[in-house]
């Protein structure tokens, strides 16, 4: 049991978490539109490091060791949370909603339910197949907005596409970060983690300058890509680890769900997006089949 006047103030993160954490969705429909996504991904995660890095400096070098043994999950660990699950939403954003972004978002813990059990044989039980199918259910009814023309003709957003392989980015990240035993602290990891983060990207911000589009480092620049490494980076991921510390994983977890609320209001309140059926009934049914997901007492991620 979790004594509530005790854990007062980590609860009330719960609630104030997902705030910043849903903030990125803002970052993903609004910034795009002044920063290229590939661009604004790998200086956000740029910033980060050149932040973190005073204070980890000293400790990173007395590890130098550690991390030469750890570089390549380091590096793995990077290129999912920082450069698929960093890229990805920015490039969504272009062509789907907050509201479609941040349900698609929710259904994660699914993917790493399903891997997990491919990979590490975690065993799934009938209620647990239940709530796999129901969730993805609830993903394919926004990706297809409630509408089977768009499935027949495959017309379907590419956003909604992009966001989805995000969940999936993510999954393989929390994954691998329980599986990954590290003798580094969390700051220290997250320092090395958004640096390996903007290396993976580096190829293809050189690619998107060239190619596609450059980035103009004006106002609006500086702006995006400062809110994007502060709001939904560095105070999120803080506020995440000092609720997940006080109050264990599993229960720390529902900001994810808490976070698709707020993205909601976002889309609602800040770009004037229209909330319809396919978002009720897409949200119920992930909502349900995580529920379902998570209820059995099997070994949680």
């Known amino acids: 049991m979790i004594d509530l006047k005790k854990n007062i103030f980590p609860i009330l993160l ?3 978490q997902p705030i910043f954490m849903a903030s990125n969705l803002v970052v993903a429909r609004g910034g795009v539109e002044y920063v290229p996504p590939i ?13 973190l890095l005073p204070f980890t400096y000293v400790s990173l070098k007395k590890n130098y060791r550690i991390i030469k043994k750890e570089y390549k999950k380091l590096f793995f660990l990077g290129a999912m949370g920082c450069g698929v699950c960093g890229a990805f939403p920015f490039l969504a954003g272009q062509t789907t909603t907050v509201t479609n972004m ?3 978002y929710t259904s994660s813990p699914i993917f790493i339910i399903l891997i997990s059990s491919i990979f590490f044989n975690e065993k799934i039980n009938l209620t647990k197949v239940i709530g796999l199918i129901a969730c993805l259910l609830g993903v394919f009814a926004i990706i297809i907005k409630g509408d089977f023309y768009l499935l027949i003709n495959l017309n379907f957003t590419i956003g909604d596409l992009w966001m989805l392989a995000a969940a999936i980015g993510w999954a393989l990240y929390s994954i691998y970060l329980f599986y990954w035993k590290t003798d580094l602290e969390i700051f220290q990891r ?3 983690v958004a640096f390996f983060g903007a ?7 050189i690619s998107e300058e060239i190619i596609f589009e450059r980035t ?3 106002r609006e620049f500086f702006m995006w890509v400062i809110f994007a490494a502060v709001s939904p980076g560095i105070i999120a991921f803080s506020l995440y680890t000092i609720a997940q510390k006080k109050l264990g994983a599993s229960l720390t977890g529902f900001t994810l769900y808490i976070f698709t609320i707020y993205g909601a209001i976002y889309g ?3 770009f004037g997006e229209k909330l319809e059926n396919y978002h009720f009934i897409g949200t119920v049914l992930v909502f349900f089949g995580v529920y379902l997901a998570k209820k059995t007492n099997v070994k949680k991620i």
């Open 102 to 104: 941040g349900i698609i």
């Open 39 to 51: 661009s604004l991904a790998f200086w956000r995660w740029t910033l980060v490091f050149i932040i």
């Open 216 to 218: 103009l480092f004006n």
């Open 268 to 270: 609602y309140f800040l």
């Open 14 to 16: 719960l609630f104030i």
């Open 190 to 192: 997250f320092t090395l």
């Open 199 to 205: 290396v993976s990207l580096l190829p293809f911000y």
